[in-house]
Antibody
Framework: QVHLVESGGGVVQPGKSLRLSCAAS????????MHWVRQAPGKGLEWVAI???????TYYTNSVKGRFTISRDSENTVYLEMNNLRPDDTALYYC?????????????????WGQGTLVTVSP | QSALTQPPSVSGSPGQSVTISCTGT?????????VSWYQQRPGKAPKFMIY???ERPSGVPDRFSGSKSGNTASLTISGLQSEDEADYYC??????????FGTGTTVTVL
């Protein structure tokens, strides 16, 4: 079955960097786009970024553009490089799989989710 | 990229039906039939409940149904059960490979 495990979270000072990882298994990783979605403590879900199945296309929510970079490798891992972190980036970060293979708008809604990794940005 | 608007809470007795609305704009909910819904229990990851407005992934009970009219999508839970108590989020495709989530709704079973 689909299994996603996030790691790399922690406590970091404002302005610093952090790289999150998401290890995927149970499906043909190379055929699916992947998302990062975050949830601030006690708040709702916020879509952060998506990477295409082959890694060439990336898209971001406006508040992280120029600071965050989503990428993936051929070993079933997707990454979120986060630079110049701010206190409002504090959240539980989930990775999620796009529901369909390849790259069609219709098939990109997130379906399976990991359990998340917590990022805390604090002085 | 403003969040879609959902009511903060809805409630119902076991066996009743509840409906959660999700209001966006013509740039997201109104412009695409790619609305999905997620159930999130406390301390857990979201669970995929509905996609493409009204389609259910395998394993989701048919008590859960979705619909859309204009810029507003809706999730209806029929025959409410205690296990349905959770937070629910809508999510819409918003063009140019971006997505937007709703503000979330807490469903309480009385």
């Amino acid at each position: 079955q689909v299994h996603l495990v996030e790691s790399g979270g922690g406590v970091v000072q404002p302005g610093k960097s952090l790289r999150l990882s998401c290890a995927a298994s149970g499906f043909n990783f190379n055929n699916y786009g992947m998302h990062w979605v975050r949830q601030a403590p006690g708040k709702g879900l916020e879509w952060v970024a998506i990477v295409s199945y082959e890694g060439s296309k990336t898209y971001y929510t406006n508040s992280v553009k120029g600071r965050f970079t989503i990428s993936r490798d051929s070993e079933n891992t997707v990454y979120l490089e986060m630079n110049n972190l701010r206190p409002d980036d504090t959240a539980l970060y989930y990775c999620a799989r796009a529901r369909g293979i390849f790259w069609f708008e219709k098939l990109l809604s997130p379906d399976f989710w990991g359990q998340g990794t917590l990022v805390t940005v604090s002085p | 990229q403003s969040a879609l608007t959902q009511p903060p809470s809805v409630s119902g007795s076991p066996g009743q039906s509840v409906t959660i609305s999700c209001t966006g704009t013509s740039g997201d909910v109104g412009g695409y039939n790619y609305v999905s819904w997620y159930q999130q229990r406390p301390g857990k990851a979201p669970k995929f409940m509905i996609y493409d407005v009204n389609e259910r992934p395998s394993g989701v009970p048919d008590r859960f149904s979705g619909s859309k009219s204009g810029n507003t999508a809706s999730l209806t839970i029929s025959g409410l059960q205690s296990e349905d108590e959770a937070d629910y989020y809508c999510c819409s495709y918003a063009g140019t490979y971006s997505f937007v989530f709703g503000t979330g709704t807490t469903v309480t079973v009385l």
